[in-house]
């Protein structure tokens, strides 16, 4: 059940911001975290991307979708790293 739905949250908050105004407050990753709607209980402070970084000596075609990168890491095993929850850098991998 979300927090917000158990009084767990505060506000709604996000309107009383100075800045709040220079939101884009319909766009979808502003709207909602993780899915869920934010309804004013959050305020955007950053962004969490899948950044994907490799040596160009060894590997000069990357992986270009998901697919490709998990058939990559099914031919290559023990030669994918990445961090481990609760690592935030890893959230939205």
């Known amino acids: 059940m979300r927090s ?3 009084g767990l949250l505060f506000g709604p908050f996000a309107d009383l911001l100075p800045n709040q105004t220079l939101v ?3 766009r979808a990753s502003v709207k909602n ?3 869920e709607p934010v309804e004013g209980m959050e305020s955007p ?3 969490a991307q899948v ?4 040596d160009t ?3 000069s075609a990357p992986p270009k979708t998901m697919g490709e990168l998990f058939d990559w890491i ?3 095993p023990g030669k994918f790293a990445y961090p481990a929850p609760p690592d935030f850098s890893c959230s939205r991998f």
């Open 24 to 26: 884009n407050w319909e």
């Open 4 to 6: 917000s739905q158990n």
């Open 57 to 59: 000596a060894r590997l």
């Open 74 to 76: 099914r031919q290559y």
């Open 33 to 35: 975290d993780f899915g």
């Open 51 to 54: 950044v994907f970084a490799y």
């Open 45 to 47: 402070y950053g962004r």
